[in-house]
């Protein structure tokens, strides 16, 4: 996660009381009761709907990215349309990722992927300095992600992309790109557009191959040619070095190999790990170090200007997590949030009314037309908020409930 955001830890289940009823395996066997089996089935709706849905769109994402800014590094003439399209990439991958933030348990957070491709603000002034030295840039020109240690890890990721990209809401203009760049800290360093897309360029390498990554981790269906990226960079892609991707590891709960004890251990997770963690962090730091002027400079998408969008992808990925599918508009009748509707039906009450709630407050952000990095202690964003928060309380309720 970010530097200072610390995960919910949640300790390992090895058994639960339960009482006389559903919940109860028969006899202590190994036979699932109903109970178990519904959130098995909400799980492998999850991970496949979800999960692979998400993180297999995210590395196409990054694909098109990708290939936008090397031609914009290769051409001989800029063209604002160029330009253009590798904005609008850039923000449906963004987007995408947004919407992973609900499971960053598991590979995203053991790999250390999470804080490498989205870490903030930006060190604009080792970013300055490091373009600014003709070594640097010629490494950087030449071996592409193989360099990216040069400029450190504070340029990385899509923050490192997104000040190439945009400036004050917009994105970058054809005379800005070929002129000197501007900003207070490349002052007289004499920075030019080209250097800048040599830079976006291998920074966009690697967040790619970090991308595939994640999915490599997760799916073990993932496209060969990202499982041999991943296999060339000598990234990691298995849980605790066995030959288990993380999906197949989750799907394989209670049994022998398998990290999770139970399938209330998996329901847990996901709510809590999952679900919940991210809504803290929305609402306590995204948002509630800047509104409560604790650091005033913690603005995620300052460039872009996207914060707000940012953080309604988030809840949406809380949303699609609960609902069992990408970007769905309606729970499925194997989702987790069904089970809770069927088994827990005043928590899922509480957190349906929390989640809508979250989205609206959200919508109301971007609707002010008034960007997170303009004005961060708006009105309308200490409603998120409180919103956001109550949201991360739901969902603390629903995972209890499961877990008693």
């Known amino acids: 996660m970010k530097n200072f955001i610390k995960f919910i830890a949640i300790a390992a289940v090895t058994a639960f009381a339960f009482s006389a009823c559903d919940k109860e395996s028969k006899n202590g066997s190994d036979e699932l009761s109903n109970y178990e089996k519904e959130i098995k089935s909400a799980s492998e709706k999850y991970v496949s709907g979800v999960i692979y849905a998400t993180y297999g769109k995210l590395a196409e994402a990054g694909e098109a990215l990708l290939a936008d800014i090397v031609a914009l590094r290769d051409a001989k003439t800029l063209t604002q349309s160029a330009i253009d399209k590798a904005c609008a990439d850039f923000l449906a991958a963004r987007s995408y990722w947004e919407k992973s933030e609900a499971f960053l348990f598991g590979a995203a957070t053991d790999f250390g992927i999470d804080p490498h491709i989205d870490s903030w603000p930006l060190d604009r002034q080792r970013l300055a300095n490091n373009l600014a030295n003709k070594d640097v840039v010629a490494d950087l020109k030449e071996e592409g992600a193989g360099a990216i240690d040069e400029v450190g890890t504070s340029a990385l990721g899509f923050h490192g992309i997104e000040f190439i990209l945009f400036r004050d809401g917009a994105n970058r203009t054809v005379a800005a790109l070929q002129a000197e760049e501007t900003a207070a800290e490349f002052a007289g360093k004499g920075v030019t557009g080209e250097q800048e897309l040599i830079f976006a360029a291998a920074v966009a390498e690697d967040l790619l191959v970090h991308l595939y990554e994640l999915n490599v981790s997760w799916n073990p269906a993932a496209p060969k040619a990202q499982q041999n990226a991943v296999e060339e960079a000598e990234l990691n892609c298995t849980v605790n070095g066995t030959d288990k991707t993380y999906g197949e590891n989750l799907l394989g709960a209670a049994e022998r190999g398998s990290t999770y004890a139970t399938w209330q251990e998996v329901a847990q997770t996901v709510l809590q790990a999952g679900c919940a963690n991210i809504a803290n ?58 089970f809770l509707r069927k088994n827990h039906k005043n928590e899922a009450t509480a957190l349906e009314s929390a989640l809508a709630d979250a989205l609206k407050a959200l919508q109301a952000c971007i609707d002010s037309k008034v960007a997170f990095v303009d004005n961060p202690k708006a009105a309308t964003v200490k409603t998120a908020i409180d919103a956001v928060s109550a949201l991360n309380d739901a969902l603390e309720e629903a995972s209890s409930a499961i877990k008693d």
């Open 281 to 338: 962090e929305v609402f306590s730091t995204k948002m509630g170090q800047a509104y409560s002027g604790e650091d005033e400079s913690y603005i995620e998408s300052p460039y872009s200007k996207k914060s707000f969008a940012d953080f309604k992808d988030n809840v949406l990925s809380i949303q699609n997590s609960l609902y069992g599918s990408l970007d769905a508009t309606s729970a499925a009748s194997d989702s987790f949030l069904a």
